[in-house]
């Protein structure tokens, strides 16, 4: 039997829809204890009902003091607002800090203020957080911006063939979402009655996740969201441009070549995946078909934005900062 050197760990923000998935997992997780698990706000502590039996424990106010002196690790799946206060704080305190919302994410002080204009310059070293491209760096990171749920499933895709040379700037992204990537907190977008049998297209030109992916994978490309009447789950179907004389076979070669020691990446070639594969899941399925050599390239990519999208993925990074094994606690 397998045992480790357990990590103190606090969760902020615990009831969320992030916040929940992080609970239940950490707290099944061989390497953390769970010592603190809070709310977003000073509001009245509560219960979960859906984690009965796994934490049974209320979910307390937000303490900082509390979150900084109790914990070795802090995940924080509060909104940007607060993390852009929260995170370089306890970081400065000793934790080290894993944070789901954007306020970090973006490199670039201009970009940053332009999409996240609450967020200052964090004053500590920030690394960014998705796990196959930065588990170096991962290692000794104190304050990790964890990789938003679009981004997640279009730059895994698209970083290695970029990088590789293998297709032209011009790409396209069409993304959708479940309900759940909106957030717990319900507007008149996310009301079962107007989402409930249609699907909508928004932020067109103006999410945020474009500049996120456009930061990582280096080219420009044309990003639009939508809104599908599903709990849970991202597909994307992308479309590129293949330089001349590229086929198929070059990007199984590229795509296999940096997803090998990937356990979350599975590459399943022409069959394109679905969200039903990876629901519940912290995978990301790749597929993809060629029309012809130097053609058209179009990729489907799913994860759970739950999950790979946010919990999972800030779980996966904690086992890679803290020496776990990869896949602990996301079976």
Not at 121 to 137: A, H, K, M, S
Not at 164 to 192: C, M, Y
Request: glycine letters at 10%.
């Amino acid at each position: 039997m397998n045992t480790y050197s357990k990590i103190r760990v606090g969760v902020a923000g615990a009831t969320g829809y992030s916040g929940m998935e992080l609970l239940r997992r950490l707290a099944q997780h061989p390497g953390a204890d769970v010592r603190l698990a809070m709310g977003s706000s000073s509001s009245e502590s509560k219960r979960l009902p859906a984690l009965k039996r796994i934490w049974d424990a209320p979910i307390d106010r937000l303490d900082v003091d509390r979150l900084a002196s109790e914990t070795d690790a802090v995940f924080l799946a509060v909104p940007d607002t607060l993390s852009a206060e929260l995170g370089p704080a306890l970081v400065q305190r000793g934790p080290r800090v894993f944070d789901i919302s954007g306020a970090f994410r973006l490199r670039s002080q201009a970009e940053r203020q332009r999409w996240y204009p609450h967020s200052p310059d964090p004053g500590v070293p920030v690394t960014y957080g998705l796990t196959e491209r930065y588990r170096r760096e991962l290692a000794t990171a104190p304050l990790i911006a964890c990789a938003g749920c679009y981004p997640t499933a279009a730059i895994l895709p698209l970083q290695p063939l970029v990088v590789a040379n293998l297709i032209q700037p011009g790409v396209i992204i069409d993304a959708k979402s479940g309900v759940s990537g909106a957030g717990k907190t319900p507007t008149e977008r996310t009301h079962f009655s107007e989402i409930h049998g249609s699907i909508a297209a928004y932020g067109v030109f103006s999410h945020r996740h474009g500049a996120e992916i456009q930061q990582e994978v280096g080219i420009e490309v044309t990003f639009v969201p939508h809104l599908v009447p599903l709990d849970r789950g991202i597909l994307e179907t992308i479309y590129a441009r293949l330089q001349p004389g590229v086929d198929a076979d070059a990007i199984e070669r590229t795509l296999t070549a940096a997803y090998a020691g990937s356990p979350f990446v599975r590459l399943t070639g022409s069959e394109l995946p679905e969200i039903k594969h990876v629901a519940h899941t912290n995978f990301c399925d790749i597929g993809w078909r060629v029309d012809r050599p130097g053609g058209q390239l179009i990729i489907v990519s799913c994860i759970d934005n739950l999950v790979k999208g946010a919990a999972g993925q800030a779980i996966q990074n904690f086992n890679v900062a803290f020496g776990f094994d990869e896949e602990l606690g996301l079976a």
